[in-house]
């Protein structure tokens, strides 16, 4: 593929039919979503090798939602994984990454690339599923398993670039409580440290690209030195890596190859804005691709909610992605039900963002409108209205259908002040029935 071919060198010369397409979905104009893409300020995961409705990451975008699923080595259930991810589609998420480790990883991945979603993997796995272990892989085969997963038609990769030599170096010289807990990150520790050599994907980064450029995949730069608690918030490792994905990311816009950066992992809800901004700067302001941040370590089973008050805090200072994290985060292999959850209080997060991200956006119609129906008390409007209608009827009508919600009753003060004011409803969808 020449070059010239690459979207964001398309998005130089003119509006790609793509990004047209994007920007109709977003309500953005043509041509200046072209320019952010031109500038690296937007990326459209899209391999040419496959079609799929368009997601668009980064400034002035809503924030999008992706969802991690795949097999492991304790649970390998294909057809699971396969109903986990068309779960997390139902209920709103814009893109899938399959990050399975155990069964046919090339079989599993067909399954999820024939879903009508952006799609994305970390190649790592497959890499040492294939060697036995993560000593015994070279830079061959790992860089073998990328591009069979672009000619496979994977729209965007996560690559741990970053976990090179001198962010090892300040792991050592600033220990860290739960050293590192990226997957991919420890993998890419014990390559160096037993092989003694420097991470391939750093070494060789210009080879890496000449790969992406070859299939116009998108790279997702991965914090695999991201801090797993909140003791190791403060710690060097985190930040070596972060000046290392700002160099990156520039030698990666220059030719032309699509990227995002990953971060920041577990920190305190005071430090999440502070690093958003700080990653956005050295990167020049790549689109950001968050896991949580989750901001407290003391809420498994629960953790889907401390990464959506962290997610939020982030978006509202400049993130763009948001991992879904599952209530059996830290815990346990995802089952459907987690799926389900975690995806719907991503999406939550991701509307919360979106409200801040835009100017006035918490004006948007949909907010206005849901104000508008609960002091009409319709309670069909407001279920047309709520991210999850039917959940959110299910609740009300648990105690028959009544004019106000149970808990006020016959004591209702939107009723009440209606009836002072003179504002009552004037006898529109009060009833909570399935019927019109």
């Known amino acids: 593929m020449c070059l010239m071919d ?4 398309r998005c130089s010369c003119g509006v790609p039919e793509e990004v047209a397409a994007a920007a109709r979905i977003e309500g953005m104009d043509p041509a200046r979503m072209a320019r952010l893409v031109a500038a690296g300020r937007i990326v459209i995961p899209v391999n040419p090798a496959r079609k799929h409705p368009l997601c668009a990451i980064g400034q002035g975008c809503t924030v999008k939602i992706n969802v991690n699923v795949g097999t492991s080595g304790s649970r390998c259930d294909t057809a699971m994984e396969e109903l986990k991810a068309k779960a ?6 814009d893109a899938i990454m399959d990050l399975s480790t155990g069964g ?6 067909k399954k999820m690339l024939a879903l009508p979603t952006t799609v994305g993997t970390v190649p790592v796995y497959e890499a040492v599923r294939r060697a036995g272990n993560a000593a015994d892989v070279d ?10 997963h672009c000619q496979q038609g994977v729209d965007f990769l996560t690559l741990h670039c970053g976990v090179n ?27 160096m440290m037993q092989r003694d050599e420097e991470n391939p994907l750093y070494a060789e980064y210009d080879y890496l690209l000449e790969i992406l450029a070859e299939y116009d995949v998108t790279v997702s730069l991965g914090d695999g030195m991201r801090p797993g608690c909140l003791q190791d918030a403060e710690k060097l490792a985190k930040s070596v890596e972060y000046i290392t ?7 990666a816009q220059a030719k032309g190859v699509q990227r995002m950066i990953e971060g920041p992992g577990h920190m305190p809800l005071d430090q999440v804005g502070y690093n958003v901004k700080m990653i956005k700067e050295i990167t020049d302001h790549a689109p950001l691709y968050l896991l949580g941040p989750l901001v407290t370590d003391i809420a498994p089973g629960y953790d889907h909610v401390v990464a959506a008050i962290g997610g ?23 089952d459907v039900a987690d799926i389900i959850e975690g995806t719907r209080v991503a999406k939550i997060a991701a509307h919360v963002g979106d409200t801040v991200r835009k100017h006035e956006g918490w004006k948007m119609d949909r907010e ?19 991210l999850y209608g039917d959940h959110a009827r299910k609740i009300h009508e648990r105690d028959g259908e009544t004019e106000t919600c149970s808990m006020c009753g016959d004591l209702c003060a939107v009723k009440m002040v209606n009836e002072l004011f003179g504002t009552a409803p004037k006898g529109k969808g009060k009833k909570t029935g399935n019927g019109p």
Request: hydrophobic residues 50%; contains cysteine.
């Open 368 to 386: 206005v409108q849901m104000a508008e129906a609960r002091h009409e008390l319709d309670w069909d409007e407001q279920f047309r209205l709520s």
């Open 104 to 109: 046919d990883l090339v079989a599993i991945r």
């Open 139 to 148: 830079a061959d085969l790992l860089f073998k398993v990328i591009r069979e």
């Open 165 to 191: 030599r001198q962010a090892l170096a300040a792991l050592r010289s600033d220990p860290r409580m739960m050293g590192v807990v990226s997957r991919g990150g420890s993998f890419h520790c014990a390559m």
């Open 6 to 9: 690459l979207l964001v060198r």
């Open 88 to 93: 997390a589609l139902d209920n709103g998420a």
């Open 312 to 334: 939020a805090t982030a978006c509202l200072n400049g993130a763009d992605f948001l991992c879904m994290v599952s209530p059996s985060e830290h815990l346990a292999l995802p």
């Open 245 to 251: 994905l700002g160099t990156l990311a520039k030698q």
